[in-house]
């Protein structure tokens, strides 16, 4: 009788055994196959972002984060675009030659963008990083944050910061505390206008 309780003992202590080492199994198994999974800081950081540039007017704009940036997309008014390569002499680098850009964005010359109606790039002054505000009516004696940006502005972006101007291709004007042009990010634009940041279908050089 007592071989048959010990025996009866024996199997229920090692069916407890098998389980709890599969339950063990099982619980180490999740975050190991987690693993294989981006995390959500990883996505973050590298993760393109889609945005649905149809639904923005001309003259609007709409700020995302991409990779922990905040980036504008600004449709702009065709009158502006129209009329980007007619203040150069006022700019520091015009030709974006000094600029962070793919080099699909430098061959289009002033407009610096895909599809000329949409503007993309970093909402980040390149002087010390502060977000510059859009001030998009041109030729007027336009005022943005109380400050008057003369009566031939032609459009652009303002930083509050420091006082830096920038047109609406993100073109710094000259002496300004901002050394650079705006950055432009890696983006693709669909014939539907569904901007995609942080890809880049540009060819491959061999």
Known sequence: MSDQ???SRRRLLTAATVGTGAIGLAFAAVPFLESWEPSARAKALGAPVAVDASKLEAGQMLKVVWRGQAVFV?????SIVDQLG????????????????PAYIKSTGAVRARNPEYWVGLAVCTHLG???L???EANNSFQVSGV??????????????????YDLSGRVFKSMPAPKNLTIPP??????ERVVIGVDDAPKSA
């Open 130 to 132: 502060c977000s510059p």
């Open 86 to 101: 007619n203040h150069d002499a006022l700019l520091a680098d015009p030709a974006s030659d000094d600029s962070t850009q």
């Open 148 to 165: 008057d940006l003369g009566a031939n502005w032609p459009g652009g972006f303002y930083c509050p910061c420091h006082g830096s101007k």
């Open 187 to 192: 983006y693709t634009i669909s014939a539907d």
């Open 134 to 136: 859009g001030a998009f």
């Open 5 to 7: 309780v010990d025996h």
């Open 74 to 78: 600004v449709r702009r008014i065709k």
